[in-house]
């Protein structure tokens, strides 16, 4: 990509070199030619953020909507309407590339129609060489496409597009490198994800991530701290600070900080009421974690604990590094510490080589730890893992089959797990009405499990008291208790 294309000699030493003032300086210039664009047009040019995958991508695309609406243009939230189309796409499993493809078709079709639609792709499947090959080659009208690494210049290569008429094409393959303060756009005004860290390096043998976002960085503290500052001071209470790792934070700063110690920091901002982190591998777990969740006042009772399979034989294939026995134990230690604690995980069925006295041992850690909610996968063969080149693939109908057997056990332990709320008084805090019924406003628990209860808008974004009644497998009918 060469951005000095349009660029006089002059002109290019008014560039700033420094992050984030370049990008300040492209959004300046991004925003002068939609200007002519809106002009062209007879309207103000909207946009369209579509997200793929995990909550990683959702903050991402929050970003993206901030710079784009300092640039000037306005949300649409349905894609067929909007004038730039933004695709953040996920790439962990193999079937979620050709959902995107399919949809990419689609629009393909409605850019015909409107000549001032722009499309941009980023996101982890932009990390894979054959899919820019395959994007250049049958999908040319594609603009602007980019990568996990540099979704912050997201403003230049903007700017690059709309004064070049060409396409642009700038991945990297990895990097070090973080910026700070850069706009961000809300989905929530009253809860917030904030990065503390970026990329994995565990290299579990099915997984993508580590090969698609790179090496594991953390941010420096007093960023972060910064950041939940400004946030509550516009109006956050809730914060959900995100890495795929998050034990492991803080082992790659100069000054070397533990999860714990963070977590004990973000405490004490005023005004911030509620903090969530996912995700947390179960190897890094720590007991100083432990301790600061169990003494705290804001961290919720709810921790995200993926297992991905009960068998010690095949956690050790897929590179986890604990046992089934250690992560029985590490549940035991977590619960005795904090007994009305929530816990949720993700789970693999299928993995290679798994064999049915494989599948009943992660039966068996799901009856064990009667997890509240487990979000269940079938193993998917990612090409570019090592497992996807691992011998003994599990056939399909055995894997459906177990996959099945799953599921029903997941929902019966969790629609009694949720049960056992019933009739208790918990805070909520309200996200929205209901979608259903306009007299019913819908309320988050600490659990991270749901409350429907009457209400109305004003009540948006402000906390609660709910007497919990009926439960309905996965969320609650409740009734406002009185404070006093
Ligand atoms: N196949 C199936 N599930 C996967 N996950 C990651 N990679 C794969 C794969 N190749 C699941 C894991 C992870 C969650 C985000 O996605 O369970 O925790
Ligand atoms: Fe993937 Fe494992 Fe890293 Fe999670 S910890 S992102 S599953 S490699």
Not at 213 to 222: A, T, V
Not at 288 to 308: D, F, G, N, T, Y
Not at 322 to 331: I, P
Request: charged share 30%.
């Amino acid at each position: 990509m060469n951005q000095n294309m349009t660029d006089t000699a002059e002109q290019e030493a008014l560039i700033p070199v420094q992050e984030p003032q370049r990008q300040y300086y492209f959004m300046e210039r991004a925003k002068e030619y939609l200007e002519k664009m809106s002009r062209a047009a007879g309207r103000r040019l909207t946009f369209c953020v579509t997200t793929f995958g995990c909550q990683m991508n959702a903050r991402d695309s929050e970003k993206l909507a901030g710079i784009l609406e300092r640039i000037g243009y306005t949300e649409e939230p349905e894609e067929e309407k909007a004038d730039f189309v933004i695709y953040n796409t996920c790439t962990v499993r193999e079937n979620a590339n050709q959902r995107v493809y399919g949809r990419l078709g689609q629009l393909g079709r409605i850019k015909k129609k409107n000549p001032h639609m722009m499309i941009a792709l980023c996101g982890c499947m932009m990390q894979e060489p054959e899919v820019v090959e395959k994007l250049k080659k049958s999908y040319r009208f594609v603009d602007i496409i980019f990568g996990t690494h540099n979704i912050y210049k997201f403003a230049e290569l903007l700017a690059t597009r709309m004064e070049s008429g060409h396409t642009v094409i700038d991945i990297w393959k990895d990097t070090d490198k973080i910026v700070e303060d850069l706009p961000s756009e809300r989905k929530y005004p009253f809860k917030s994800g904030v990065n503390i860290m970026f990329g994995c390096n565990n290299f579990c043998s099915y997984c993508i991530v580590p090969y698609v976002r790179g090496r594991e960085r953390s941010r420096d503290p007093r960023a972060i701290i910064r950041e939940i500052e400004r946030l509550v001071s516009d109006g956050v209470v809730e914060v959900m600070l995100l890495g795929q790792n998050v034990n492991s934070y803080g082992k790659t700063l100069e000054e070397p900080m533990t999860f714990a110690e963070l977590l004990r920091e973000i405490e004490k901002i005023d005004g911030l009421e509620r903090i969530r982190f996912m995700t947390s591998h179960p190897k890094d777990l720590s007991d100083e974690l432990i301790e600061v969740m169990a003494s705290s006042r804001k961290i919720c009772r709810h921790l995200h604990l993926p297992v991905q399979s009960g068998s010690t034989r095949i956690l050790e294939k897929m590179n986890r590094r604990y046992t089934k026995e250690k992560y029985l134990e590490l549940v035991e230690r977590i619960k005795r510490a904090m007994p009305d604690i929530s816990l949720t995980t993700d789970i693999i069925v299928g993995f290679p080589g798994e064999t049915e006295e494989d599948f009943q041992d992660t039966l068996d850690v799901v009856r064990k730890v009667q997890y509240d909610s487990a979000f269940t996968f079938i193993y998917s063969k990612r090409t570019g893992t090592p497992a996807a080149v691992m011998e003994e693939q599990v056939p399909s109908e055995i894997v459906k089959d177990r996959f099945d057997r799953l599921l029903n056990e997941v929902q019966e332990i969790s629609a009694r797990m949720c049960a056992r709320h019933q009739g208790t008084v918990q805070t909520a805090l309200v996200e929205s009405m209901n979608d259903h019924d306009d007299t019913l406003v819908t309320g988050r628990l600490g659990s991270n499990l749901l409350v429907h209860f009457p209400g109305d808008a004003s009540m948006i974004g402000k906390f609660c008291k709910v007497r919990l009644g009926e439960c309905r497998g996965f969320y609650f009918i409740g009734e406002t208790e009185d404070d006093g």
